[in-house]
């Protein structure tokens, strides 16, 4: 127990403090693939490495100026630059943004444009009408950029305030983010023109998805999945270093493993980030094959040291969650709980495949308020280290009663 222990604290404590950033494109990212790649070799794991395109995100800084005011902004990630003094308009609703030609001013969008991030335009996953809706008018409006004062009741999955209304590296409009109280500052101070520059760079590079496979070879897959990838400024700790620290222990604990099913430990590439290139990398290998998947276990999220483990039982057959049952009820920092869609897991469920989702209780609780995700505040603080090992032990011992 000490000894595993002992390689959690080391594995998560490379992947959250000895790299600083774990974004896809980054070096830090690809460091965190290679580390992977290495530790399961260690155990005998047989290797596949998916390589797929990606660009690394800078920002330099964001200001906002009037001849009143200077304000610093936040550049919306994966957002282009822009350096220009020009005419604004000011739009809050649907209908406002309707009837808007910009021709080339500044967007001020605030209200209910400006409550809850939308999703990319291209995501196949998740992208309900009313966003893509809004991101065409954007487009239609001609605008020369975009400021959004982001409404500090609006919501966003991750932990930070102000969050970007827009991320996405498709969006060609340039586009900025301030909290709702410099917001207020902009309006009460605004003149004819406004001089908004937003200094960023795309930088070229790529990333891997990393799958260690071990057991019959033409058997029944159970893949275990996490993404190994952060968000930009956040050391990605429980978002998912704690994810990836399960898999690392998982393939020591599963070494010797030889049984009906062939056990995958993927380390997806891309959750946190706009396109999700290494999920579509993924399906798109095994598109035609998804059949080949009898469960896919998901972990995003566990460790948190508040409340317990949460396990969610999705589309499971009868007899598949009767075994998890029985052996989750032995560890007692486990707890079943509600079904939820935020994570990789979503991907095996809309092919069919039954899915284990594994996060924290207090985090799905607390989703809409916690100020955690996707921030600063992702660190090994609010790690608890036990309850990965119990985690580890626990999937084990499930996957073999399998």
Not at 36 to 49: T, V
Not at 317 to 340: C, D, I, M
Not at 366 to 395: C, F, G, M, P
Request: glycine share 8%; hydrophobic share 35%.
């Amino acid at each position: 127990m000490a000894y595993i222990k002992d390689q959690a604290k080391r594995h998560i404590s490379y992947l959250c403090e000895e790299i600083e950033n774990r974004c896809v494109g980054s070096k830090g990212n690809l460091a965190a693939s290679d580390y992977f790649k290495k530790q399961l070799e260690s155990s005998e794991w047989q290797i596949e490495s998916q390589k797929f395109e990606a660009f690394d995100w800078e920002s330099e800084l964001a200001i906002i100026e009037t001849d009143k005011i200077r304000l610093k902004a936040f550049s919306s990630p994966y957002s282009n630059p822009c350096d220009f003094e020009t005419e604004f308009e000011i739009v809050s609703t649907i209908n406002e943004l309707e009837k808007t030609d910009a021709g080339n001013k500044i967007l001020i969008v605030k209200g209910q444009l400006a409550q809850e991030q939308l999703m990319p335009k291209n995501f196949v996953f998740y992208n309900p009408d009313n966003h893509k809706k809004i991101i065409s008018l954007f487009e239609k409006s001609r605008a020369g950029a975009l400021i959004f004062i982001v409404s500090e009741s609006g919501f966003c999955e991750g932990g930070e305030y102000p969050f970007p209304i827009i991320e996405d590296g498709d969006f060609e409009i340039p586009s900025v983010f301030i909290s709702e109280e410099d917001g207020k500052k902009l309006l009460s101070n605004l003149s004819g023109k406004i001089k908004l520059i937003s200094r960023t760079e795309k930088l070229a590079s790529k990333g891997y998805n990393i799958i260690g496979r071990k057991g019959v070879k033409d058997g029944k897959k159970i893949a275990v999945t996490a993404h190994i990838d952060s968000k930009k400024g956040s050391p990605g700790a429980i978002d998912n270093g704690t994810g990836v620290t399960t898999l690392i222990l998982l393939s020591e604990l599963l070494k010797n493993y030889n049984g009906n099913y062939q056990v995958e430990l993927v380390a997806l590439n891309g959750e946190d980030y706009y396109s999700v290139p290494g999920q579509m990398t993924y399906i798109e290998k095994l598109r035609k094959n998804f059949s080949d998947i009898a469960l896919n276990i998901n972990i995003d999220g566990a460790g948190l040291n508040k409340g317990k483990t949460s396990y969610a039982l999705m589309e499971l057959p009868e007899k598949q969650s009767e075994k998890a049952r029985n052996v989750f009820n032995h560890y007692p920092g486990l707890t079943e709980g509600k079904p939820w869609v935020q994570g990789d897991h979503s991907i095996f469920l809309q092919f069919g495949t039954p899915a284990i989702a594994v996060s924290s209780e207090w985090l799905l609780d607390n989703l809409q308020l916690q100020r955690i995700t996707h921030t600063e505040n992702d660190n090994l603080s609010i790690v608890d280290i036990d309850k990965i090992v119990e985690l580890a032990n626990a999937l084990s011992r499930f996957i073999y009663k399998l």
